[in-house]
């Protein structure tokens, strides 16, 4: 099946899920426009992909981003935006920089917010649907991923009452929980929260030293999933009728499933997942 008169706009296109996505739809025929912060060499000669560069974040770049899209569509249609930029701050919350939690809501909550607003008119003529990249921390948050959790959970709140607002006009608002993938998102996130935890005060630092350990070695243990059954199932909430509300992939159903337990045994589950359970402040620190 040709999709040639459809355009389909998404963000974090410069790697991982983004870039997976952007094959995807172009060998389904669509034209892409693939919203970049930075370099996307994983773009380079694809064919029917204008590389759009912009910060989500920017509500001014974000419009005009917007502007650059109606002026290029010539005859094709805005079939779908799909916001799929995001980034993930982890660490003891008592011990994240402020400007790092900020960041983590304008990236992952108001980035998309912005972006849903300013194209919204694009798909309004198209009868399109919004595509919002959640996580299954959304519904069950993990202990050491605050940050994710809740600008995720926002996104998702957002997404649930967006849906309501655009039914008049037949617009569906879709979800996608992805497994954790093989992507340089982890490895940036491990490698901010180190940096952040050395630019702290040694003894606060401590303090979570046992849990620490604890979870790196669980967080070890885990293999990432490869992207493609998340751009997969991305490209089928482009091109559904009618499209669920959520795709959840592959480990992610076990987070959706943990979510509906009673909080008492849902968090013992997660202590013991982690290597946390039974873990006791340091005894240098009560003594």
Not at 34 to 55: E, K, M, Q, Y
Not at 87 to 100: H, K
Not at 267 to 280: D, H, N, P, V
Request: glycine content about 6%; cysteine-free; overall charge positive.
């Amino acid at each position: 099946m040709s999709h040639t008169d459809s355009a389909v706009l998404i963000t974090g296109a410069a790697g991982g899920i983004g870039t997976a996505t952007v094959r995807r739809l172009t060998e389904r025929g669509y034209h892409v426009f693939a919203g970049v912060r930075r370099s996307a060499p994983g773009l380079d000669g694809l064919p029917d992909v204008d590389v759009l560069p912009f910060d989500v974040t920017d509500p001014d770049a974000v419009r005009g981003a917007a502007e650059r899209v109606a002026g290029a569509l010539g005859d094709r249609v805005l079939r779908a935006v799909i916001n799929n930029a995001g980034l993930i701050i982890q660490g003891p919350q008592e011990l994240v920089p402020p400007a790092d939690l900020r960041r983590q809501f304008e990236v992952n909550t108001l980035g998309p917010a912005y972006v849903t607003q300013a194209f919204l008119p694009l798909l309004r003529r198209s009868t399109g649907r919004v595509i919002n990249v959640s996580a299954p921390t959304a519904n069950t948050p993990l202990p050491f991923m605050g940050p994710i959790s809740a600008s995720k959970a926002a996104l998702a709140a957002l997404s649930e009452a967006l849906r309501a607002e655009l039914a008049a006009w037949d617009i569906p608002v879709v979800l996608i929980e992805p497994d954790s993938t093989d992507t340089p998102i982890f490895a940036k996130a491990d490698a901010d929260a180190r940096r952040a935890l050395a630019d702290t005060d040694p003894a606060r630092v401590a303090l979570y030293a046992p849990h620490l350990e604890a979870l790196a070695k669980a967080m070890a243990a885990q293999r990432p999933a490869p992207v493609e059954p998340v751009a997969k199932a991305i490209v089928e909430a482009v091109e559904a009728r009618n499209p669920k509300r959520r795709y959840v992939i592959g480990r992610a159903r076990m987070l959706s499933m943990l979510s509906r337990l009673p909080a008492s045994m849902r968090e013992s589950m997660i202590a013991r997942t982690f290597g946390l359970a039974g873990i006791r402040p340091p005894a240098e620190v009560t003594s």
